[in-house]
């Protein structure tokens, strides 16, 4: 697949067969997401790896958007190091590229993924945080579910919009 096609075709996909997908596919998944971008380069991420069931369903009593975890291969816990970081709130940036690579990889690769937002909500940042047992500088940014699709991926509607486009100046 073309980087370009890859860009255009990715959708968030939610279903999934429940078919594991080995743990090489996955390094590289998240090796994809270590070289995005970072202020600095000081990449303040830390990923944790779930694929252990009574973990997942933790995290689906409490994001209240994470029912597809239930048929996931795996969840990607991208996480920020506040004492990595350029500066305050970096963090987030930073692990938002990753997050970003990480689906871009998996749609490579032929997989689903969906990005789950935790940052900036209080509430999902310490629920999750308590179940993986984060050290207080480590902030659970977002979680990527990533699984076998059970369905061939949606065509990509057309999001070009000419009008948000300016020139130089607002």
């Known amino acids: ?7 255009i075709s990715r959708r968030s996909i939610r ?30 991420w830390h990923f944790i790896v779930i694929d252990d069931r009574e973990v997942l369903k933790r995290i689906m009593e409490v994001h209240p958007y994470s029912s597809m975890l239930k048929e996931a291969s795996h969840a990607i816990v991208v996480c920020g190091d506040t004492d990595a970081e350029n500066g305050p709130g970096y963090h987030r940036l930073d692990c938002s590229a990753a997050s970003q690579n990480i689906l ?23 629920s999750i945080s308590l179940i993986l047992g ?20 949606p065509v990509a509607p057309d999001r070009f919009e000419k009008n948000k486009i300016r020139r130089n100046r607002w």
Do not use: D, F
């Open 1 to 7: 697949m073309e980087l370009y096609e890859g860009l």
């Open 15 to 44: 279903n999934y067969t429940g078919e594991r997908i080995g743990e090489e596919k996955i390094e590289q998944i998240i090796k994809a997401g270590m070289y995005a971008p970072s202020a600095r380069n000081c990449r303040p």
């Open 104 to 126: 871009l990889a998996a749609h490579a690769l032929g997989y689903g993924a969906v990005w789950l937002g935790v940052t900036p909500r209080e509430e999902r940042m310490k």
């Open 134 to 153: 984060l050290p207080p500088s480590v902030v659970p940014v977002s979680i990527v579910s990533v699984g076998v699709p059970s369905k061939k991926n």
